[in-house]
Nanobody
Framework: QVQLIESGGGLVAPGNSLRLSCVGS????????MGWFRQAPGKERALVAN????????WYADAVKGRFTISVDSDNGATYLQMNNLKPDDTAMYFC????????????????WGRGVQVTVSS
């Protein structure tokens, strides 16, 4: 059974950066689309960014466009989220996800979820 394991979260001051990593273990992911969701307390889980297995044409939520960059290493079943100029509104639990296609991620038809990693942006 494939598991997605996130790392790289933490507490940072506004304006700083973090890089989240997500690696699949326990099996082979294959050529899947991957994405990052986030959920803040009292809010629904929302898609932040997703990317096809080949890495071209990623999608970003308006709230993070220009600040976050998603990348994928399909050979190693990994995805990364570089988060720059972090804001307090970015505070949330961040979840990695994998699905057969790019559209599946957008439609929240997820095959594999990670357990999540906490990102807190506060001075």
């Amino acid at each position: 059974q494939v598991q997605l394991i996130e790392s790289g979260g933490g507490l940072v001051a506004p304006g700083n950066s973090l890089r989240l990593s997500c690696v699949g273990s326990g099996g082979t992911l294959g050529r899947v689309a991957m994405g990052w969701f986030r959920q803040a307390p009292g809010k629904e889980r929302a898609l932040v960014a997703n990317i096809p297995w080949h890495g071209a044409g990623p999608w970003y939520a308006d709230a993070v466009k220009g600040r976050f960059t998603i990348s994928v290493d399909s050979d190693n079943g990994a995805t990364y989220l570089q988060m720059n100029n972090l804001k307090p509104d970015d505070t949330a639990m961040y979840f990695c996800a994998a699905a057969p296609t790019f559209a599946d991620i957008r439609n929240s038809e997820i095959r594999y979820w990670g357990r999540g990693v906490q990102v807190t942006v506060s001075s």
